[in-house]
T-cell receptor, first 115, second 109 residues
């Protein structure tokens, strides 16, 4: 049973370009969470999605950031017109339909560097 | 994949009591972090302790780190019903972050 997969693991973008980060949840999981981690800081919640539905996006910046979790395929976190301050590690986690706090599994993260 | 292991898996206490949760890990780390999760919500970062620190406080939270034993503890003093949640430790080693499976804390009023 493969774990949560994220790709790419490392992404370099120039200022103004778009960044697309993908997260494939564990098999059977229909809930996905995205987090951002700045260097030497803890994870900050961004968004919580179920298939085709955004449940909680209270942690998402209002502009340039969007997330989706389509019926088929991975969840995508999209950052438009990236700026240097977007450089961070982005983690996703998935959990099964029956929510349980101990059942959240994390991916290895995508490290975004904006030059 | 998970690295940290929390202990116990579940803890039930009365309001006003202290709650202690432990986390053990396997590899050398840069820092260790504790998170809280309420049911159906995302993780909330509580506290980060660096590998050269032994103890850290934040409000009613006290975290210790023993790198020789590769273990950390989270103490919540004077617990409240609102502290009911799951608590996770996460280790950060050379930009590789791993989470434990969590301790589910129930504080009864």
């Amino acid at each position: 049973n493969a774990g949560v997969m994220q790709n790419p693991r490392h992404l370099v973008r120039r200022r103004g370009q778009e960044a697309r980060l993908r997260c494939s949840p564990m098999k059977g999981h229909s809930h996905v969470y995205w987090y951002r981690q700045l260097p030497e800081e803890g994870l900050k919640f961004m968004v919580y999605l179920q298939k085709e539905n955004i449940i909680d996006e209270s942690g998402m910046p209002k502009e340039r950031f969007s997330a989706e979790f389509p019926k088929e395929g991975p969840s995508i976190l999209r950052i438009q017109q990236v700026v240097r301050g977007d450089s961070a590690a982005y983690f996703c986690a998935s959990s099964p339909p029956r929510l349980g706090a101990s059942e959240q599994y994390f991916g290895p993260g995508t490290r975004l560097t904006v030059t | 994949s998970q690295q940290g292991e929390e202990d116990p898996q579940a803890l039930s206490i009365q309001e006003g009591e202290n709650a202690t949760m432990n986390c053990s890990y396997k590899t050398s780390i840069n820092n260790l972090q504790w998170y809280r999760q309420n049911s159906g919500r995302g993780l909330v970062h509580l506290i980060l302790i660096r590998s050269n620190e032994r103890e850290k406080h934040s409000g009613r939270l006290r975290v210790t780190l023993d790198t020789s034993k590769k273990s950390s503890s989270l103490l919540i003093t004077a617990s409240r019903a609102a502290d009911t949640a799951s608590y996770f430790c996460a280790t950060d080693a050379n930009n590789d972050m791993r989470f434990g499976a969590g301790t589910r804390l129930t504080v009864k009023p």
